[in-house]
């Protein structure tokens, strides 16, 4: 089993282990975060991001999925996949078991899909991804780096989701449409025409309120 660690110890981090643990092929050695939480679902605290390159050094080879969720843009998982990515620390695909991703489907490193997601032929994801709980990417889909694809979201087919930004819980984006990096899509709002500029969206149709 190869050996991995959790970046993150909240409760992004707790769905991330129920999936490792369910996947049966790592070894879970722990979780790091700025702060000590105790033992997390039978994980143990091993110090902050930092401590890492001290545990690295010691294996040849070690795997970690980055368990700090996204409410926004990006930017903070990004710049703890940055400071930490160096050999031997490598950022699986992780994809829980009771997801579905069909053939065709390209995953990027770092991406984690959780359960019951489903991710149809030709969609394309980018590094670091969430694409979270029941979420949906139809074919053809572009998901750029750091987006985060919220619970119950729908990507219909051949949109393009640009990087860093969020799709919020129950958002629908319709077939076809851009929507730029940066973006966060409010929950349950309904995007029917192209988002040409970062920014806040809410609404049905989708539209910016800063």
């Known amino acids: 089993m190869d050996a991995i660690i959790v970046l993150g110890g909240g409760g992004h981090a707790k769905v991330v282990l129920s999936i490792l643990r369910k996947l049966k092929r790592y070894r879970i050695l722990g979780y790091a975060d700025l702060r000590d939480r ?5 994980a143990a605290y091993l110090g902050t991001d930092r401590d890492l390159a001290a545990l690295a050094a ?8 980055l ?4 409410v926004g843009t990006g930017g903070q998982r990004r710049e703890l996949w940055s400071r930490v990515n160096a050999p031997p620390l490598r950022f699986p695909v992780i994809v829980s ?3 579905v991703v069909n053939a065709g489907v390209s995953l990027a490193e770092a991406t984690v899909v959780m359960d019951g997601a489903i991710i149809n032929a030709g969609a394309v994801v980018g590094r670091g991804a969430i694409v979270n709980t029941h979420s949906t990417i139809e074919h053809d889909v572009v998901v750029g780096d750091w987006v985060h694809v919220a619970p119950g979201a729908t990507i219909s087919g051949g949109a393009t989701i640009g990087a860093g930004s969020m799709i919020g819980a129950g958002a629908t984006v319709i077939e076809g449409i ?9 929950a349950g709002a309904v995007v029917v025409r192209n988002l040409d500029a970062p920014g806040v969206y809410v609404g049905c149709p989708a539209r910016r309120i800063k």
């Open 38 to 42: 105790g033992v997390v679902l039978g």
């Open 58 to 65: 010691r294996r040849k080879s070690l795997h970690a999925v």
């Open 67 to 70: 368990g700090v969720g996204q």
């Open 97 to 99: 078991p009771d997801a």
């Open 178 to 186: 851009a929507i730029a990096p940066g973006c966060f899509v409010g």
